[in-house]
């Protein structure tokens, strides 16, 4: 079975600060993809980001990075110079070749304060 | 726009009813996934159809069916409705039957529904 950790459930920053989003997942697979999705308050699911288990290059898209560990098996977000339309629900989910669905982690709520 | 189309968006009814949500996959997609998120709460997986078949049901009451027609569209049925049952329901659709290709699962806006 595999199972999402996101152990930060809420997260408050002040606008312009930088902020990092854990992500822990844990499978018996060898061979298994990530995701980020993003939940604004107007309630809808947007995804941000896929990765596989055999690329550990970090990622960066403009303010977002992504920092894969497979050691760690963790799959942490950062945000650099948060602003206030960041704020909404994230969360992790992840899902191997056998699996039939993705596994989502709790969610982290992210308030950014101006 | 997602592509995935949830009908309705909001949805009031009362105890002991019975609601069906309407979901349209993107196009090309052949698996839907229904997940249920109450307030609060992380998203739980309810059921998934690839190509209208059934392939993996999660923490789906029995109160609960789905089935997926041959256009792909897919229909979840509540029914003997509770107060508890109130969320918000995702449906997601992706091209493969793991949901684990280049852009997982697109998910659709979502149905809000409150029992009353």
């Known amino acids: 079975a595999q199972k999402v950790t996101q152990a930060q459930t809420e997260i408050s920053v002040v606008e312009k600060e930088d902020v990092t989003l854990d992500c822990v997942y844990e499978?018996?697979?060898?061979?298994?993809?990530l995701f980020w999705y993003k939940q604004p308050p107007s309630g809808e699911l947007v995804f941000l980001i896929r990765?596989?288990?055999?690329?550990?290059q970090n990622e960066i898209s403009g303010r977002y990075s992504w920092n894969f560990q497979k050691s760690t098996s963790s799959f942490n977000f950062t945000i650099t110079a948060s602003q206030v339309v960041d704020s909404a629900v994230y969360f992790c989910a992840g899902g191997g070749n056998a699996g039939n669905m993705l596994t989502f982690g709790g969610g982290t709520r992210l308030m950014v304060k101006p | 726009d997602s592509g995935v189309t949830q009908t309705p968006k909001h949805l009031i009814t009362a105890t002991g009813q019975r609601v069906t949500l309407r979901c349209s996959p993107r196009?090309?997609?052949?698996?839907v996934y229904w997940y249920q998120q109450s307030l609060d709460q992380g998203l739980q997986f309810l059921i998934q159809y690839y190509n209208g078949e059934e392939r993996a049901k999660g923490n789906i009451l029995e109160r609960f069916s789905a089935q997926q027609f041959p256009d792909l569209h897919s229909e979840l049925n509540l029914s003997s409705l509770e107060l508890g049952d109130s969320a918000l329901y995702f449906c997601?659709?992706?091209?493969?039957?793991?949901?684990?290709?280049?852009?997982?699962?697109?998910f659709g806006s979502g149905t809000r529904l409150t029992v009353v």
């Open positions: 499978t018996r697979d060898t061979t298994y993809y």
């Open positions: 997601a659709s992706s091209v493969d039957v793991t949901g684990t290709g280049a852009f997982g699962y697109t």
């Open positions: 990765r596989n288990s055999f690329d550990e």
């Open positions: 196009s090309g997609d052949l698996s």
